[in-house]
């Protein structure tokens, strides 16, 4: 255990400078967007604020790994680890994700804070703390998700360096690869037994849909019960486990263990 408390403490001392400017960022956003929702007296508007920063938490993640082990090919560390590829590919996740959460419970937390200002102030706000978090959330599953396809297809192209033949071709296994996973998944759902079968047991949850701008009432939030599959999600989070394997046993090949 200590040796991946060592290895997740490398990560986060290596990635601290852009997250902290990332934050910085982030906190300057929402700062700047309180002050002119509040000098245009149109305090409904961080439901806009809110959301301007969802979209942007399911890119955060698969980046940040993509940097991570962008910075370990151009060093070579990675090649004189005395550490398991799994910890080495493990730590990175895991600072990614930490990282994630800490970022997504700012913007969250910024809300809950927000809402409750504002209620004292008399001002009703039509929105719902469930359903952003939710939708955080999911958010932050598709960007683990995202995340570990990242670190399949890096190990991917490093590993077919070792071969002659394919060394100049890297980029087109890479790419055949994501084109085969969506061509065989699109072909999969067009089978009606197989869609029968995939969406058939579902939950259903609160999620955030729109949000829209009334005149002389300002923004609001439109939230609707949607329902999840559960088998496809349960089928992708054993894909994802099975990608992560594969990266370790192909980057197996590459570091001195």
């Not at 902290?20 to 961080?46: N, Q, Y």
């Not at 990675?78 to 994630?100: D, E, H, R, V």
Request: hydrophobic letters at 55%; charged letters at 15%; one cysteine or more.
């Amino acid at each position: 255990m200590k040796p991946f408390i060592g290895l997740l403490k490398k990560e986060m001392l290596i990635s601290r400078f852009w997250y902290c400017t990332w934050l910085v960022i982030l906190l300057l956003g929402l700062t700047a967007s309180t002050i002119i929702a509040f000098r245009i007296e149109e305090p409904t508007a961080i439901i806009p604020i809110t959301t301007l920063f969802m979209p942007s938490h399911i890119f955060f993640m698969p980046v940040m790994i993509g940097a991570l082990l962008r910075l370990e090919g151009k060093t070579q560390l990675w090649l004189y680890n005395p550490q398991s590829s799994m910890k080495l590919l493990l730590a990175k996740l895991t600072t990614a994700f930490i990282f994630q959460i800490i970022s997504q419970l700012i913007v969250i937390a910024y809300t809950v804070l927000m809402t409750s200002f504002l209620s004292t102030r008399g001002v009703e706000i039509n929105i719902s703390i469930t359903a952003i978090t939710l939708t955080y959330l999911a958010m932050l599953a598709i960007a683990l998700y995202f995340s570990i396809w990242v670190t399949f297809l890096w190990t991917l192209y490093h590993s077919l360096g070792r071969y002659p033949a394919w060394r100049n071709y890297r980029w087109l296994a890479v790419a055949l690869t994501v084109i085969s996973f969506n061509v065989f998944e699109a072909l999969l759902i067009r089978f009606n037994i197989m869609k029968d079968h995939l969406f058939g047991w579902s939950t259903t949850m609160e999620a955030m849909i729109s949000i829209r701008y009334d005149k002389g009432v300002g923004w609001s939030m439109d939230t609707l019960e949607i329902s999840v599959p559960i088998l496809p999600i349960l089928l992708y989070g054993v894909l994802a486990i099975l990608l992560f394997f594969a990266a370790t046993k192909l980057l197996d090949k590459k570091v001195e263990v």
